[in-house]
């Protein structure tokens, strides 16, 4: 009896398994599809959709033109902080 039963459940849990198999190869399958449908539409120029955002420039110039005025107005060190006294600190 006690055979019977482990024989039952793991049977039963092949039998799940073999589904979540065939789900997942099934999911994969029409993923591969649809995006082998996408590809082609791109390839041909079908489909595509045009940005309507005004999207930012990749790099920055503006900070590097601000960088650059800083270092030819100053030196690195002209704009730190000046150290106070030590002792003047402590206190």
Do not use: C
């Amino acid at each position: 009896m006690e055979g019977n039963k482990k024989f039952m459940q793991i049977q039963h849990q092949i039998r799940q398994n073999s589904e979540s198999v065939q789900d997942y190869v099934s999911d994969l399958s029409k993923w591969t599809s649809e995006i082998d449908e996408k590809d082609k539409d791109v390839k041909q120029g079908k489909r595509v959709k045009p940005t309507t955002k005004k999207l930012p420039p990749i790099r920055s110039n503006k900070l590097e033109q601000q960088r650059l005025q800083i270092n030819k107005s100053a030196s690195y060190l002209d704009t730190l902080p000046t150290p106070q006294n030590p002792s003047q600190e402590r206190a």
